[in-house]
């Protein structure tokens, strides 16, 4: 045989060993094996960690929402959804807490949630989405199947958190709130081959508080309305304490204005909203407060010239009692309230965390006691671990033809080779 027909020989040859392997192959080069995470999505509404008990969530027979695509060569459906809600009557009902020894969870409990759902979804080329929380607030970024069945109940917001100081840390009851959240909701996404993103949505904030600290303010308030009314009510002119309940209640729009932005979804990532409630409480104290003294005087001087004479003096005393608890609320509220409200609780927003090529969005993570009792994550959503596309081999029926049949033809072109060779030789 000569040089030239030595050197074709083994051309073809190679190149059918080549194709044959492609055949196999039909992708790049992938490190990745029969066993390893090709996209997970992940959505629970609520996880966290109460004292020793990490990730106490992990109790509940159901746990997150979670989809993931295993094994490469991918296999089974393109896309992988889940949707199981999360039992919350499984194992939360145990957890009880604080000096009163209170549900953490559930009926009764520090922290109740309504109607919410939970969802992750995986795809075979490396995305994945993830949701928790309220289905009508579910953020632009991921896209929701219909029908997600929901945990908690529906007559009660989103999510609702109930706590005081006695029942908590023990001692007088400095403070008592009850925050409600009507929407809350988070979501995540990662792209094929890009970066992570996070978005969440709290609305319809609302909070009552009440306690001593406000208490205090409530009965100095009280007092000098009900001297003044001794004198002003046998006249016809009678007014209304603001606070007699003890009880001040800010709106999200209180919360905004304290804050200084038009939503609290323009909040930076781990805000505490518990933060903006002793300066919000103040000015809603302050505002009540010159309302019902702007009524006062106003009524006062509708009476005629003798009744005005009479009442003027009460009026004027009514007048320093009242501005002087509108020009003490730094030291009588703000400065006692924002300390029992520290040690107490603390409500931040937009949470994120990357932790093992995993990323999670969190709509609202609540801490007891600073976090030292317990540490409790509302509406969570996770992408990832997820692979490149290059690391996914793809092989399916059409892949496999088509290398396959280059591969026959390599091979059927190396045979006819050597027949013709063999056939050339005797003339030679």
Not at 50 to 69: D, I, W
Not at 203 to 225: K, P
Not at 273 to 279: G, H, I, K, R, T
Request: with cysteine.
């Amino acid at each position: 045989m000569n040089t030239r027909h030595r050197t074709w020989s083994a051309a073809v040859g190679v190149s059918a060993v080549v194709a044959l392997g492609f055949g196999l192959a039909a992708a790049p080069s992938a490190t990745a094996g029969p066993t390893d995470i090709i996209s997970s999505g992940s959505g629970q509404i609520i996880d966290g960690s109460v004292l020793a008990m990490p990730n106490f969530a992990g109790l509940a027979s159901n746990g997150a929402a979670t989809a993931q695509q295993i094994g490469t060569p991918p296999s089974g459906p393109a896309v992988i959804e889940s949707s199981t809600p999360l039992d919350l009557s499984a194992a939360f009902g145990i957890v009880n807490v604080g000096a009163g020894n209170i549900p953490l969870l559930g009926n009764n409990g520090i922290i109740q949630l309504g109607a919410v759902s939970q969802y992750g979804k995986a795809v075979n080329d490396g995305s994945s989405a993830a949701f928790s929380g309220t289905v009508s607030g579910a953020p632009g970024l991921v896209t929701l199947p219909g029908g997600l069945p929901t945990s908690g109940s529906p007559s009660i917001p989103a999510a609702e958190i109930k706590v005081g100081t006695a029942n908590i840390l023990g001692g007088a009851d400095l403070v008592n709130l009850d925050l409600k959240i009507t929407t809350l909701a988070a979501a995540a996404k990662q792209d094929q081959g890009a970066a992570p993103a996070g978005a969440y949505s709290v609305a319809g904030v609302s909070a009552d508080l009440r306690g001593t600290v406000i208490g205090g303010v409530a009965g100095t308030v009280g007092t000098a309305i009900n001297t003044a009314n001794l004198v002003l009510g046998p006249l016809g002119v009678t007014v209304a304490n603001p606070v007699a309940g003890g009880t001040i209640s800010i709106t999200e729009a209180d919360l905004l204005a304290v804050a200084g932005v038009p939503s609290l979804n323009a909040l930076p990532p781990g805000t505490d909203l518990v933060l903006f409630l002793p300066q919000a409480v103040a000015a809603k104290i302050t505002s009540l407060v010159n309302s019902t003294l702007a009524s006062a005087t106003a009524a006062v001087n509708a009476l005629g010239p003798i009744a005005q004479i009479t009442a003027g003096p009460a009026l004027a005393v009514l007048t320093t009692a009242l501005n002087g608890v509108v020009s003490g609320v730094s030291s009588t509220i703000v400065t006692p309230l924002s300390n029992a409200l520290t040690a107490l609780v603390s409500a931040k927003v937009n949470v994120q965390q990357s932790s093992g090529g995993i990323f999670t969005e969190r709509a609202l993570q609540v801490g007891i006691a600073g976090g030292s009792i317990a540490t409790v994550n509302l509406a969570n959503a996770s992408v990832g671990p997820n692979l490149l596309a290059a690391a996914i081999p793809v092989v399916n029926n059409d892949t496999l033809a088509i290398s396959g049949a280059a591969a026959l033809l390599a091979l059927v072109c190396w045979f006819l080779f050597r027949a013709r060779r063999r056939t050339a030789a005797p003339a030679a």
